[in-house]
């Protein structure tokens, strides 16, 4: 190719990839049909159901592959809707109570749109100062939460599990355990730890650890006195105890480990303790639950989702590590290509040196944008709110005749109906069943001391009287469907 046929080539191939950039009265098109489409999303979101069983139109993504030509914004946006939209869960829906829900706050979606807009990079502070210095003001702010001293270093990561993650590989690295120490090393944890966290210790290479169920009291929360007695017994058997798993939120219940004893045992006992406080880390904001937490600034790191106390939509989880220091020489790197950013900024304090991410999304102003417009007040009205929601819940639930569980410390409420004849387990799993063939709330299931219970969790921000209401009317209905007599007294189960 000489020189002319090469800029012809070159303008040729420009001139088929010029949709790529838009210019502005395509982006107003662009922008105004997805914007007309989350409208009507918002508009019709309190009447649609929260949940739709049939999962078949989601195969219909399928019959749409990429093709090498271009589709129509309308028929996609139409597609998204039938497939995405109208299948599962409807996880925005004020009707969405089960497993933690969130609700996914509109200004969010904004700082998403202004992250991805400017494709700020976040990874290191060379690159991105401003993008960076928002991530660790935003950390700052939940380590001053947590009462976490000033060294303490963070990551917004994408959710719990990968925070939870980080935060295991920094307590192996900080204790320096090998291959060698691993079938030794224990590990402290109850019934109601997060599943997670088992996930995380096996892809950290620690899952020949040795595990400790320690004993939960009547309201699952862990028992210090059991968790002492069994690192004393450990260390007799010359086993090495390492890491206490507490809980403030257990995700089946809302309990709350007792944090100050543990903490104490702990620091006694020279044990990282990891608190995972996904669930529950943002009721920090609630005088009343706060006081619960105490002892949550003693922990050696710590994980919050704001995708759950803060509402935001799934894709944040933050994890912070009370020594900074911790958290850098577990995700230290070194690359020649890098060496300007080194250079430019040696204290460890980026993204990319305290975590495992380099190139990230910008998780930044999903958070900023929304705590700024706001203030923090409507976040603490909307938490307390919800925990007299669930209170509400748990005893009108237990007057319609249901057992309840333990009182909700948070805002999960267990339940389950206690049938005059059968097995209740068979008939819990069926009422389940018909709560989500109905379909205008969502609940879930667990089990509780080998028993099936009911779970309702009230998180989402949309979430208010009305539709606790309907849940209790959707409940009542079906117990009285199953049970083929068509009512249901007040009172008329067992176990009040
Ligand atoms: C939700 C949850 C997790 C996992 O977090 P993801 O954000 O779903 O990855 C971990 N621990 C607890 C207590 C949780 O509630």
């Known amino acids: 190719m000489d020189s002319t046929d090469l800029i012809g080539r070159i303008r040729e191939l420009e001139r088929s990839a010029a949709s790529l950039e838009p210019d502005a009265p395509?982006?107003?098109?662009?922008?105004?049909?997805?914007?007309?489409?989350?409208?009507d999303f918002l508009d019709t979101l309190a009447a649609a159901p929260a949940f739709q069983s049939d999962a078949a139109p989601a195969a219909e993504l399928a019959e749409h592959r990429p093709a090498e030509g271009p589709g129509a914004v309308d028929e996609i946006l139409r597609l998204?809707?039938?497939s995405v939209e109208n299948t599962g869960i409807r996880a925005s829906s004020p009707g969405h109570l089960a497993y933690i829900p969130g609700g996914g706050l509109y200004a969010s979606a904004l700082g998403d749109y202004l992250a991805a807009v400017t494709d700020a990079y976040a990874g290191v502070r060379f690159a991105g100062p401003g993008a960076v210095e928002m991530e660790s003001l935003l950390l700052r702010w939940m380590a001053d939460l947590s009462g976490y001293p000033a060294g303490a270093r963070g990551y917004l990561a994408s959710g719990g599990s990968i925070a939870n993650l980080t935060a295991v590989v920094a307590a192996r690295e900080a204790h320096e355990l090998r291959c060698a120490d691993i079938p030794k090393a224990v590990v402290y944890l109850t019934d109601q730890t997060h599943h997670s966290l088992e996930k995380a210790l096996r892809i950290a290479g620690l899952g020949e650890c040795v595990r400790r169920r320690i004993a939960t009291d009547a309201c699952h929360r862990m028992v210090p006195a059991?968790?002492?007695?069994?690192?004393?017994?450990?260390?007799?058997a010359g086993l090495r105890p390492w890491l206490v798993l507490a809980a403030a939120g257990s995700t089946d219940v809302g309990a709350i480990d007792p944090l100050e004893p543990i903490a104490g045992i702990a620091s006694a006992e020279g044990l990282w303790l990891h608190v995972d406080a996904a669930y529950g880390g943002f009721f920090l904001l609630c005088p009343e639950v706060r006081a619960r937490l105490r002892g949550i600034e003693l922990s050696d790191s710590l994980v919050m989702d704001p995708h759950k106390s803060l509402f935001l939509p799934y894709g944040l989880g933050a994890v912070l590590v009370r020594d900074g220091a911790a958290l850098a020489r577990a995700n230290r790197y070194q690359a020649d290509y890098m060496q300007d950013t080194v250079a430019s900024s040696p204290a460890a304090d980026s993204p990319a040196d305290l975590s495992p991410e380099l190139s990230k999304h910008f998780r930044g102003p999903r958070l900023w944008l929304p705590l700024l417009l706001y203030g923090v007040a409507p976040f603490r009205a909307c938490l307390?709110?919800?925990?007299?929601?669930?209170?509400?819940?748990?005893?009108?639930v237990r007057s319609l005749g249901f057992e309840?569980?333990?009182?909700?410390?948070?805002t999960v409420s267990t339940y389950r109906w206690v049938p005059e004849r059968g097995d209740p387990d068979v008939f819990n799993e069926a009422l389940v069943r018909a709560i989500h063939r109905d379909g205008r709330v969502f609940v879930s299931s667990t089990r509780l001391g080998g028993r099936y219970f009911l779970r309702l969790a009230v998180l989402s921000f949309r979430t208010h009287l009305p539709t606790i209401d309907l849940a209790l009317r959707v409940l009542a209905e079906k117990v009285a469907g199953l049970q083929g007599d068509g009512s249901l007294q007040p009172g008329a189960g067992k176990g009040q």
């Open 26 to 39: 395509a982006r107003r098109d662009l922008r105004e049909a997805v914007l007309t489409h989350t409208e």
């Open 80 to 82: 998204f809707r039938r």
């Open 226 to 236: 059991a968790l002492r007695q069994a690192v004393t017994d450990d260390r007799a």
């Open 384 to 396: 307390e709110e919800k925990l007299l929601l669930t209170r509400y819940f748990h005893e009108r």
């Open 404 to 410: 309840v569980g333990p009182e909700p410390e948070l």
